[in-house]
């Protein structure tokens, strides 16, 4: 490769990424919902922001960077998928999500905290939803066999999970709410 | 099916192909469902990052701090040990998986190669160096890549080489799209098409898409994140040429020393010897100092039209003795243009026959400033068509030698000591994409300038 960052600069890149890693991770899950796409995307990203790391000046929005290079990977990523998913992505979607992303003010990183939090009020059954779901990362199918339900009945659980996540995080975060 | 219900699938992608793409259209247009879409996103998005922490968050176990682990310095540390053993382990390594396959070889020849180079091979991560001909490069993602000789590619993984030096035209299926042709100045990413790219060692490249769409990423960038993108009969040119770095120094005295079989060479540097080229693109700027002295027919783009004119000093010469002649012209890629896109291409030499010609200076020589260089039709009272050669498609760069009755006729008749030429290309090209042929000037810093050859009769030779 023939722009290698100077070794020294290894350190302060690790640092920055490690600060926002969840938070890109979390960009990049919300414009790809597919994980292993999502993965992979992450991935590569944590590589061509290694690469390119020379271009960005320290003491600037190292996020919003991270955020632009993943951006462009998602573009690019829909075309070169080798898997031949059925399940592609409209750039100008994709576009139009980021927007709505990049005009959000609350910090992911409170948000992610007070997504914490409120993991830890779900009742059991909606717990077991998500680890079913993301963890052990089984498709809605699955679920329904593992849970003795309906597809349906799933998709409406995790819409009222989600809602109820949605509802936590809030009021967590706005304290008028409190 | 309620709005909820498809945001909700469109996120475990359970919507079927023509669903998920009204969902998607719907969302972009419909504020109220997008944003609705983006709070359900965000939310799976943060659950999907944190998704390794889940089983400690979601721990029947409701005494469970989160917050514990992260805050221990040692945790940040075997993060960041990880993270380090995850960025060094990715270097580029040598690996033995075939990539590519040489599928197609018509007249070519090869430069020592660290891969195959026989029809058919089966090719790993590794580079190619075509000398002459064409060959075809079908790597396994589908996608092919034409070499025009002289080219230099770097086969880096199925969906990516690198164009060090020469021409490519690659022809991408949907399978491959994605595929990225690298050079020094860009970043080709294919989005389904059929595009050239062309590079050379003096640092431009040149992408032009024949069908389809591409995005072109400039490595020099200082936002990486940017890309542009080029839709079907567009070009992006990078880079200008410039001269010789200053590393290298043109040697001038080792082309005058070498006097081969009694010819004495007279470079186009030597006295009041000069050479140029014009454009007709309505340019006030002068192609002075240029490592490249350019030629091009074309009706389709006659702003792309350029002719070299070549002057030489003879002054040391005793015209009277000589008994021989001969032009030599190195050729060059000029990384403009493809190969594909012209024939075999006839060039004419053309002699000036009106002294008053010989007086044009390298720093105003352009297209308008010089209504006889650039007239259609060159004068038959100032010019003489002394000789034609013919470069073949994929010629690999080489002397052109014009030696003919005409040129030492032409010499011997020109009353000053100024000898001035004009070099056309007669071909027209079959798109406005065709190869750009470029010959060295004086300012090349390896190649031998054009130069004019003379030879004496021995016995009146010192």
């Given at each position: 490769m023939s722009e290698e960052t100077p070794e020294p600069s290894a350190e302060s890149y690790l640092v920055l990424l490690n600060e926002n890693e969840k938070s890109l991770a979390a960009y990049v899950h919300t414009l790809v919902p597919n994980l292993a796409d999502a993965d992979d995307i992450i991935q590569s990203c944590k590589i061509v922001m290694w690469k390119h790391f020379g271009s960005f000046s320290e003491g600037t929005n190292f996020l919003a960077w991270a955020r632009k290079i993943a951006l462009n990977q998602i573009l690019n990523y829909r075309r070169s998928e080798k898997r031949r998913d059925r399940f592609s992505q409209n750039p100008a979607f994709v576009e139009s999500i980021a927007r709505e992303l990049d005009s959000q003010t609350e910090s992911p990183d409170r948000r992610s905290e007070a997504l914490h939090q409120c993991l830890q009020k779900l009742p059991d059954a909606h717990r077991k939803l998500i680890l079913l779901r993301y963890y052990e990362d089984r498709d809605i199918g699955e679920i329904a066999i593992l849970t003795k339900r309906t597809d349906s009945a799933v998709y409406r659980l995790l819409s009222r999970v989600r809602a109820s996540l949605s509802d936590c995080i809030s009021n967590t975060l706005s304290p008028s709410a409190l | 099916m309620k709005p909820d219900e498809r945001i909700e699938k469109a996120i475990h992608q359970q919507l079927s192909d023509e669903e998920w793409a009204n969902f998607q259209e719907e969302v972009i247009k419909d504020e109220t469902l997008r944003k609705a879409y983006v709070e359900a996103a965000t939310l799976h998005g943060s659950l999907a990052a944190s998704r390794d922490l889940l089983p400690s968050l979601l721990a029947e176990k409701q005494d469970l701090n989160p917050s514990k682990l992260k805050s221990l310095p040692w945790a940040i540390a075997a993060a960041l040990v990880l993270s380090l053993i995850a960025v060094l382990a990715f270097r580029p390594e040598k690996n033995q998986e075939i990539v590519a396959t040489l599928s197609e070889a018509t007249n070519a020849r090869w430069a020592g190669s660290e891969l195959p180079t026989n029809k058919g091979a089966e090719l790993s991560v590794g580079t190619l160096q075509l000398t002459e001909g064409m060959a075809t490069l079908q790597f396994e993602s589908g996608a092919t890549v034409t070499m025009e000789a002289p080219a230099t590619v770097e086969i880096l993984s199925k969906m990516n080489c690198r164009l060090l030096e020469g021409s490519v035209v690659a022809d991408v299926p949907e399978s491959a799209h994605g595929f990225t042709i690298k050079t020094r100045e860009m970043e080709v990413v294919d989005l389904g098409t059929r595009f050239g790219l062309t590079t050379s060692e003096f640092g431009h490249s040149h992408v032009y898409v024949f069908e389809g769409e591409v995005e072109v990423h400039r490595s020099k960038d200082e936002h990486p994140g940017e890309a542009q993108r080029l839709l079907t009969g567009n070009a992006l040119h990078i880079g200008e040429t410039t001269g010789p770095t200053g590393?290298?120094?043109?040697?001038?005295?080792?082309?005058?020393?070498?006097?081969?079989?009694?010819?004495?060479?007279?470079?186009?540097?030597?006295?009041?010897?000069?050479?140029?080229?014009?454009?007709?693109?309505?340019?006030?700027?002068?192609?002075?100092?240029?490592?490249?002295?350019?030629?091009?027919?074309?009706?389709?783009?006659?702003?792309?039209?350029?002719?070299?004119?070549?002057?030489?000093?003879?002054?040391?010469?005793?015209?009277?003795?000589?008994?021989?002649?001969?032009l030599t012209l190195e050729t060059e890629s000029s990384g403009l243009g493809f190969s594909a896109m012209v024939p075999d291409s006839r060039f004419a030499l053309y002699g000036v026959i009106d002294d008053g010609l010989d007086q044009w200076e390298e720093t105003e020589l352009l297209w308008q400033t010089r209504p006889e260089f650039s007239a259609p039709e060159l004068s038959e009272r100032s010019f003489k068509r002394l000789d034609e050669f013919e470069i073949k498609r994929g010629a690999t760069p080489s002397t052109i030698e014009i030696d003919s009755r005409h040129l030492l006729d032409f010499l011997k008749s020109n009353k000053n000591e100024l000898m001035s030429f004009v070099l056309v290309r007669e071909t027209d090209e079959l798109d406005k994409q065709g190869l750009v042929h470029a010959f060295a000037s004086k300012e090349h810093p390896r190649s031998r300038p054009p130069t004019l050859w003379i030879r004496k009769n021995p016995t009146s030779a010192r």
């Open positions: - | 590393d290298e120094e043109i040697d001038r005295r080792s082309a005058l020393d070498t006097e081969e079989g009694g010819w004495i060479p007279f470079p186009t540097f030597v006295g009041r010897g000069k050479d140029g080229y014009i454009r007709q693109d309505g340019s006030t700027d002068t192609k002075a100092n240029e490592p490249l002295l350019m030629v091009k027919h074309t009706s389709l783009a006659p702003g792309n039209e350029r002719r070299t004119v070549l002057t030489f000093d003879l002054a040391d010469a005793n015209l009277s003795e000589v008994i021989d002649a001969k």
